[in-house]
């Protein structure tokens, strides 16, 4: 009877162990929730209530921009007062602009379901070629070999810029899973800037991972910036979209879609 009743204890004592174990073990391959990051007005630009922002980055002190919607997609460039200082290239009317970058003196600029990558010389904006890219094109932008490409899904796609291949799938995820939705990209330090397409949040996203590690609610932004009225209240998808950074200044430019202003802001 002592020889079974040790056994049993025994029995039990490794049984509370494992489970010890496995709840360590659990605890430990938690993912963290993303913290939250604030942000500070620092200035507020005119933007014209005509551009429906899809691209937005800075090359010096021009800002290029990419907009969309059928028959008025166009690329342009801009002044630091935020004054087109260059011809604006329209797209043809079958063609729904969407996310750019400037790489290697070059301007890349997406198409939204046509499948096709618009390439510019960076001075002139002359078309030099176009690309193949076999999904829809939402954001773009890059890092020092790289372009870096969203499409609506949970995936961001690292390319070749040369032909557009894919180099590097990274499924996008936070505590509760994978997300979606990613719309303009920013490239800042070792992570993908997203702004969340029909919502007023931007993520910071690890390039290795794919993990979120931060995020912004800009929710107030636009009364903080006494804007009058909500765009959104004019058409649904004048939402918040357009994220440039200004690597002199250490500050955001956040805007969006046929938006009043563009925003600078310093995030904290």
Not at 226 to 248: C, E, Q, R, T
Request: charge should be neutral.
């Amino acid at each position: 009877m002592k020889n079974f009743v040790l056994i049993t204890m025994l029995i039990c004592l490794f049984a509370c162990n494992s489970n010890i174990e496995n709840t360590d073990s659990k605890t430990a391959s938690a993912i963290a929730s993303p913290t939250s990051l604030q942000y500070e007005i620092v200035k507020i630009y005119p933007h014209d209530t005509s551009s429906y922002t899809q691209g937005l980055e800075w090359d010096g002190n021009n800002l290029i921009e990419g907009t969309g919607n059928y028959g008025k997609s166009m690329l342009h460039i801009m002044d630091t007062n935020m004054n087109t200082i260059s011809s604006k290239v329209k797209l043809e009317k079958n063609y729904f602009g969407e996310g750019t970058t400037l790489f290697n003196g070059k301007i890349y600029q997406l198409t939204w379901k046509e499948k096709k990558v618009f390439v510019y010389d960076a001075k002139s904006l002359k078309k030099i070629k176009e690309l193949y890219w076999p999904y829809e094109g939402w954001g773009l932008t890059h890092n020092d070999s790289s372009l870096i490409v969203s499409t609506g899904e949970s995936n961001i796609y690292i390319v070749n810029p040369e032909t557009f291949a894919i180099q590097k799938t990274i499924g996008v995820f936070n505590n509760y899973g994978y997300i979606s939705n990613m719309n303009e990209l920013e490239y800042v330090n070792g992570n993908i800037v997203a702004n969340i397409y029909g919502q007023n949040e931007i993520i910071f996203i690890d390039i290795n991972s794919g993990q979120v590690k931060h995020t912004i609610n800009f929710s107030n932004l636009l009364a903080q910036a006494n804007v009058k009225y909500d765009p959104l209240s004019v058409d649904a998808g004048y939402v918040l979209n357009g994220i440039a950074y200004h690597s002199g200044r250490g500050t955001y430019f956040i805007t969006g879609k046929c938006w009043p202003i563009i925003a600078e802001v310093k995030i904290k």
